[in-house]
């Protein structure tokens, strides 16, 4: 089945800085989601991104499709943004599989 | 946009009991349901696929007589962990797709934490 890696798998950053995390996935995909994983576990989904760019705030992503990656931007980035972020590629029959995602906490 | 809700948010139960998690989609009608689980610090697993009227499908290494996935409507997914084990404690979210969604959007539920004492 398909491969999902993000990288890197820990981050840490001061308040305002701003970071890319990366999405590589290893076969065609239907679809690709952005999610961000809060302290108690909830799953918020940013983007749905099969190709090109989309912008929420302060965050932005850009799938390449032809060539299998994913970029999560992050930007003046905020201690609410710790926490952790999930890639996940939608394969034929919708399955959706995440790769194991990027802990990240900011500092104060 | 499209709600997926998950009950109890929280559950812990006794060691050998069984528990039922109920996923539900509030405003669409899906066909096809998932159940993922997660342990501490991990990614989330696949663990099957839930068919509307048929049986679900498991992914591999998911024990089916363990977590028996019943999706009896259009609108509601239910996994339950029989004879569960401290071991069977665990993060689990469950997914939809409208059935009348010609794209590929998928929602999840807010997840279900299950503690096994």
């Known amino acids: 089945g398909i491969q999902v890696e993000q990288s890197p798998p820990d981050l840490i950053l001061q308040e305002g800085a701003n970071s890319t995390l990366r999405c590589n996935f290893s076969d065609s995909v239907n679809n690709l989601q952005w999610f961000h994983q809060n302290p108690w576990g909830q799953l918020i989904n940013l983007f749905y991104i099969p190709s090109g760019t989309k912008q929420n705030g302060r965050l932005s992503a850009t799938t390449v499709a032809t060539e299998r990656y994913s970029l999560l931007y992050i930007s003046s980035s905020q201690t609410t943004d710790s926490g952790v972020y999930f890639c996940?590629?939608?394969?034929?029959?919708?399955?959706?599989?995440f790769g194991a995602g990027t802990r990240l906490f900011v500092k104060a | 946009g499209a709600v997926v809700s998950q009950h109890p948010s929280w559950v812990i139960c006794k060691s050998g009991t069984s528990v039922k998690i109920e996923c539900r989609s509030l405003d669409f009608q899906a066909t096809t349901m998932f159940w993922y689980r997660q342990f501490p610090k991990q990614s989330l697993m696949l663990m099957a696929t839930?068919?509307?009227?048929?049986?679900?499908?498991?992914e591999q290494g998911v024990e089916k007589d363990k977590f028996l996935i019943n999706h009896a409507s259009l609108t509601l997914s239910t996994l339950t962990v029989t004879s569960a084990h401290p071991e069977d404690s665990s993060f689990y979210i469950c997914?939809?797709?409208?059935?009348?969604?010609?794209?590929?959007?998928?929602?999840f539920g807010e997840g279900s934490w299950l503690t096994v004492v």
């Open positions: 997914s939809a797709r409208p059935w009348d969604s010609t794209g590929n959007t998928i929602y």
């Open positions: 996940a590629a939608n394969t034929g029959g919708f399955k959706t599989i």
């Open positions: 839930s068919n509307e009227g048929s049986k679900a499908t498991y």
